[in-house]
Every structure is written in C-alpha cells, then in structure tokens.
C-alpha cells in the first residue's frame, strides 16, 4: 500500500510540473493586461472588421458622379468595362433586401449621386444597414449598365441569349468581401430621402437614378380598397416576377413591387400617399423600389390639380395631355393604336436627345402645363419637325417650354405607361 500511495505521488507531482509552464505563462498574461491600466480605447469600427477587407484604403477616392461620368458609355449603352486603376468610392447605403422587395443589390449614394451594386448573396441588411457607410475598392470590378441604370458588379454572359452579349452581374460573395470595407458614419452623409412633388420634375433620370426619394401627394391608379401590392394570382402582367403599379398622372413612373416581397400580398392604400423608396429606372421609365411597408404612408401633401380629358385625337382636334392619357391607358397591354393620333402638349423634360450619334431621336415629357403639375406623357424616341432628325444640319432642337403638336401611335407599354411609341414625329413647334 506504501508503495502504491508513493507511487500515486509521484504521478499527481509529474503531472503538475508539466503544467507550471502553462499556468505561469496564463498569469503572466493575466496580469499583464492590468499592468498600468493604460488598456486601448475600442475603436469607432470596432465589429467592423470582421466584414469585408480590413487592408482597403481610402487612396483614389471618387465621387459615385465622377464614376458614373468615367463609365458614362457604358452605363447609356448597356455594355460594361473593368476598372483597371485603384479607385474607391465612399457612401451610405440607402437600400437592401430587408424588406424581400430588392434582391441581391445593395443601393448606395454619396451627395452627387448614387449607384446599384449587384450581389449573389442574400442577408444583405444584416451588414448592410440602411444608414451604414462602406468604402468600396472598385479596382477588377466591372461598372456598366443594365436598362442604363449604373451598377457595379462582374461580368456575366447570358447562355439563353444569342449573342450571348456580356453584361454587369452579380459578384459572389467571396469577390465581394474583398472588395469593401465597413467605415464609422462620415460627417454630411446621410441616408435622407430626397423629397420629390407629384409631377417628379425636379429629378433627372441620367443623374438621380438610384437615389432614396420620398414622391410625396400621389395616388396609386389601381388602389380600389382590395388590390394588393404585387399578386400572383395572375390577375396583374408581371415582369421579371415583379409588378408595375400605375401612379395617376405619371406616365413614365411606376411603383414597382416584387411577388417575393413581404408586402406583396398587402392592400394597397387608396387616396393620397407618401412613397419612400430607390428611384431606379429601366431606359426612359422610373422604377420606385419600397424597401419595407412602412415606405408608404397617408399623405397630407395636396394634390395636383386636374384636367380634363380634350380633343379626338385627329389632326383638326388633337388631344390634350389628359385626353391622349386617357385613350392610350384604354389600350390592352402593349397594344398600339391602329391609327396615327394627335396630341399637343408642353414640353416639360427632354430625357435623352441624340444630336451625334445614328439614331438622331429623343425622349421628352409634355404635359397640359409647364410645370407638369396635371401629369406627364412620354414621347419616346420621337423625330423632330416633320420627322427630321435631331442630329440634321438646321434642325430645330427642342428644350422644355416649347409648345408641340405631336403625330403617332400610342402604346400602352406593359399596361402600364403609356406613351407615343418609338418614331412619332413633331408636327409644329411653338
């Protein structure tokens, strides 16, 4: 039993010897945290660091504007092009897949404009809060266009497409993380949603694409006190699984709900409303994106005026901007007329005119006034007097507040905005 009992000992005293180099270097550690007191403060990104890439620094930073201008032909054009340089833009983010209506984009902007990243990932508000500032090394990435709204991402080639065109998508998770960096809020830079009136005038479609906007004293055409944001059920034409919502007097916006959506089976709200949401667009049309249903509320901001429905359409007796709306809106989806119709109006906005290149057309709104404060209607890729091009030596070019008689077919474009169809021509001018 003596034996036994040393034995033991000696055993128990092997093993704690083994470990004294272990528990010494454990105090030592221990105490050395206290040593002093002089413990580091934690930093404003403290947490941040474990998304995205740490190493990224703020060496060639742009303006989200001066980006959109490097890239501008492609973005027009649809096309894309690698970023060669070290460049970075800095900006908050303003939308993402909260609300399941944006899906794998994330929506930034600085204060000259904003810009579309596309993502294969979802999740994205986790990181990606509305509100959070992000630095973004745009180096190896691709920036182009897709319906000429800019967006960053990769390159990705179509195989249901023939000519199997290159174009921007969406970059995977592990590209992504090395190529952004979660920043502390940036002084002046704010997720604020830019307010906008109910004839969406104050807005230019190359510039202010993508931004947050409030569109403040509008009514949804199709809200009748039981129809929902995005059905399918098959009762409303979907795009891209998505649903285009008439707003009353805006020919060229629309709110755009997606059936995934957590709203999309909510009851629209009737009357006037306030809508926050990403002004995006596709070509000449804006696209609200509302991120949550909290994006829409009752509105207090009055109306625009009305007026009344005018004309027959004929050469003697055209349309006014009400009454050519108002035909071309009883015109099954994308329907044209079997007529050529006329119509008069005020130019309010030209969106696109091409004076250099092939085409020679243009893209405008006219309205009943000025102001565009009884609805807009959308000319789109119209000629000029007499069905001149644009880009002809002499030919008269167009501004806002010119006074034009307009002949064409009208189409119903998607059921949804209706406008002159491509190659209309101006019949007078002022």
Not at 19 to 25: G, H, K, R, S, T
């Amino acid at each position: 039993m003596k034996q036994n009992t040393l034995s033991s000992i000696k055993e128990t005293m092997k093993v704690v010897t083994g470990l004294l180099p272990f528990y010494l270097l454990s105090f030592l550690l221990f105490t050395s945290c206290f040593d002093g007191g002089d413990w580091d403060a934690p930093s404003a990104e403290t947490g941040m660091e474990a998304y995205g890439n740490k190493n990224i620094e703020a060496t060639n930073v742009k303006t989200i504007a001066e980006v959109k201008a490097l890239f501008s032909n492609e973005i027009n054009n649809n096309g894309l092009r690698q970023v060669k340089e070290k460049m970075q833009i800095l900006g908050i983010v303003t939308g993402n897949d909260e609300g399941g209506n944006i899906y794998n984009s994330l929506y930034i902007q600085d204060n000259t404009g904003a810009i579309a990243i596309s993502l294969s990932q979802s999740g994205l508000y986790g990181a990606f809060g509305v509100g959070q500032c992000v630095l973004i090394e745009l180096q190896d990435l691709y920036i182009g266009g897709y319906g000429k709204q800019a967006q960053i991402g990769t390159t990705y080639t179509n195989p249901n497409k023939a000519d199997a065109t290159p174009q921007v998508g969406r970059m995977s998770r592990y590209i992504w993380q090395q190529h952004y960096r979660l920043v502390s809020p940036v002084p002046g830079l704010m997720a604020t949603p830019l307010e906008v009136n109910w004839n969406f005038n104050s807005l230019n479609i190359a510039d202010d694409c993508a931004k947050l906007i409030t569109l403040k004293g509008v009514e949804l055409a199709e809200a009748n006190g039981a129809a929902v944001f995005a059905p399918s059920d098959g009762s409303v034409t979907l795009t891209a699984n998505c649903a285009n919502r008439v707003i009353k007097n805006l020919s060229n916006v629309v709110l755009r709900t997606s059936t995934y959506a957590d709203f999309a089976n909510q009851i629209m709200p009737t009357g006037r409303v306030d809508i926050t949401g990403v002004a995006t667009r596709y070509n000449d049309t804006w696209q609200i994106l509302m991120r949550t249903a909290n994006d829409i509320t009752a509105s207090s901001t009055p109306g625009p005026p009305e007026a009344k429905p005018e004309g027959s359409g004929t050469k003697d007796d055209p349309f006014n901007v009400a009454g050519v709306a108002e035909y071309t809106k009883n015109l099954a989806a994308d329907q044209q007329s079997s007529t050529d119709i006329y119509a008069k109006g005020i130019i309010v906005t030209v969106s696109d005119i091409d004076l250099t290149g092939s085409f020679g057309n243009a893209t405008y709104l006219i309205s009943d006034y000025a102001d565009g404060s009884t609805g807009t209607f959308q000319i789109y890729r119209g000629y000029g007097l007499n069905g001149q091009k644009f880009n002809a030596p002499g030919a008269t070019i167009i501004k806002a507040g010119d006074n034009v008689v307009i002949k064409g077919k009208v189409v119903n474009y998607k059921g949804n905005t209706p406008q002159f169809a491509q190659g209309s021509t101006i019949v007078s001018i002022n």
